[in-house]
Nanobody
Framework: QLQASGGGLVQAGGSLTLSCVGS????????IGWSRQAPGREPEEVAC????????IYPHSVKGRFTISRDDAKNTVYLQMNNLTHEDTATYYC??????????????WGQGTQVTVSS
């Protein structure tokens, strides 16, 4: 399973780093994505990193502020979030892709970690 952590309460303009650890799963074989969902909103994928070519994907809403990275030796994927705004408030989930390509669907999810940004 995937275990996400690192969420919390932060002031607008602040930073947080989320971690996603594979427990019983080897993340190195897959692309891994981070998604978020706020109450009343559709889920949104905010980052993905391939395990093959290191390619990264970010939507416009977080580009330049969020950075995804991975440490396969630690079986962990990180999401560094900077310059947070109230719009970033959501539950954040990490997910394993069906393969190495970030355009594939998700097949395993973590339990989510709450990020709350106070304005």
């Amino acid at each position: 399973q995937l275990q996400a952590s690192g969420g919390g309460l932060v002031q607008a303009g602040g930073s947080l780093t989320l971690s996603c650890v594979g427990s019983g799963l080897t993340l190195a074989y897959y692309a891994i994505g981070w998604s978020r969902q706020a109450p009343g909103r559709e889920p949104e994928e905010v980052a993905c990193i391939s395990n093959k070519d290191g390619s990264l994907i970010y939507p416009h809403s977080v580009k330049g502020r969020f950075t995804i990275s991975r440490d396969d030796a630690k079986n962990t994927v990180y999401l560094q979030m900077n310059n947070l705004t109230h719009e970033d408030t959501a539950t954040y989930y990490c997910a394993r892709k069906l393969g190495s390509n970030c355009h594939l669907g998700d097949d395993r999810w973590g339990q989510g970690t709450q990020v709350t940004v106070s304005s």
